[in-house]
Nanobody, 123 residues
Framework: QVRLEESGGGLVQAGGSLRLSCAAS???????MAWFRQAPGKEREFVAG????????DYPDPVKGRFTISRDNAKNTMSLQMNSLKPEDTAVYYC?????????????????WGQGTQVTVSS
């Protein structure tokens, strides 16, 4: 059974940076992983994805060029470096693991989720 736990969220001014971390208590080395976020009153949206060995990454346009996803399979961790943060980035950020090693944006493909970490970006 895989358990995921996010950390690193907080309050930052627009233009600032945060680095989120996701620690897994079970084995995720053969699974694609991703970050999603959900703002109040909004649906959960895909933020970044990474395949099983970290060789392929995927970003939607709102975060492309500002966010970087990475993983360390030896430590069973994943991170999200967020730069040039904007107020619209404010949300609860969740890490998640897919059922296969292939990268995907489909939320239904992810079965294990962390509890989330709050990111707040002020103007």
């Amino acid at each position: 059974q895989v358990r995921l736990e996010e950390s690193g969220g907080g309050l930052v001014q627009a233009g600032g940076s945060l680095r989120l971390s996701c620690a897994a208590s079970g084995r995720t080395t053969m699974n694609a992983m991703a970050w999603f976020r959900q703002a109040p009153g909004k649906e959960r949206e895909f933020v970044a994805g990474i395949n099983w060995n970290g060789g392929i990454t995927d970003y939607p346009d709102p975060v492309k060029g500002r966010f970087t996803i990475s993983r360390d399979n030896a430590k069973n961790t994943m991170s999200l470096q967020m730069n040039s943060l904007k107020p619209e980035d404010t949300a609860v950020y969740y890490c998640t693991a897919a059922g296969s090693g292939f990268i995907t944006r489909a939320m239904a493909a992810f079965r294990v989720w962390g509890q989330g970490t709050q990111v707040t970006v002020s103007s």
